[in-house]
């Protein structure tokens, strides 16, 4: 049903779709920082299809009451915590660009909402270097997820709408919004299935992306 809704919302003409995966791991290194490690297809903000891998390290404050009860059923242990804060780097080959070596900074924010309703909001930087040119962009996200009950299994879906600052262009120039299912299997392994459209205004004519992306998220 909701691939129905999707392609009969989405407009026919100039769209383009994808399919992007993705494979995110995690180490819990103490208590309160985790080692990460990311490689994925992505294509964000105008980009062409490129890949992305690189390390990171989160550091996040101490888990809240009533944000544990809302994510119990969560193999990402995070989401209990109130503040995050990371920092990561990403190397960037494409094929008809130049590599880029980014710098990712974010800090995201977990806030409990009335019907067990999970706020999630990421303020995130990307700076950008590719032979000696350097750029930058700042990425607000916000994401409202819920977790349901199928008998014993818990999954949960969510909505999220992120917008994207780009200094080259000076301006804002990219939106994307998500539907998708965050699917554990089990305390230590999770999927997220996801649809995305974006929206890139940065030229003429605007471009639209459809993409469906499956992330496997593996926790240590």
């Not at 270097?129 to 990425?139: A, H, K, L, M």
Request: glycine fraction near 4%; charge should be positive.
């Amino acid at each position: 049903m909701l691939l129905e809704f999707v392609i009969r919302w989405v407009p026919a003409t100039g769209q383009t779709f994808e399919f992007l995966p993705e494979v995110d791991a995690y180490y819990k290194i103490q208590p309160h920082i985790r080692f990460t490690f990311q490689a994925k297809e992505t294509r964000e903000a105008g980009d062409p299809t490129q890949a992305e891998i690189g390390p990171g390290l989160d550091f996040f404050a101490k888990p809240l009451v009533q944000l544990r009860n809302i994510s119990i059923h969560d193999p990402d242990e995070t989401k209990s915590r109130l503040l995050q804060v990371s920092v990561g780097y990403r190397y960037i080959p494409s094929p008809d660009k130049l590599t880029v070596d980014r710098l990712e900074l974010a800090v995201t924010s977990n806030l409990p909402l009335v019907a067990k309703i999970l706020l999630s909001d990421r303020n995130r930087a990307d700076l950008d270097w590719s032979q000696n040119s350097f750029t930058w962009r700042y990425r607000n996200r916000l994401k409202l997820q819920r977790t349901v009950s199928i008998r014993t299994y818990h999954l949960t879906p969510y909505l999220s709408g992120e917008a994207f600052y780009l200094s080259q262009y000076k301006k804002w120039s990219t939106t994307a919004l998500y539907a998708g299912c965050l699917l554990p299997l089990g305390k230590h392994v999770g999927f997220d299935l996801y649809y995305e459209h974006q929206n890139i205004t940065s030229k003429s004519p605007n471009q639209q992306l459809n993409q469906f992306g499956l992330i496997l998220n593996v926790y240590f």
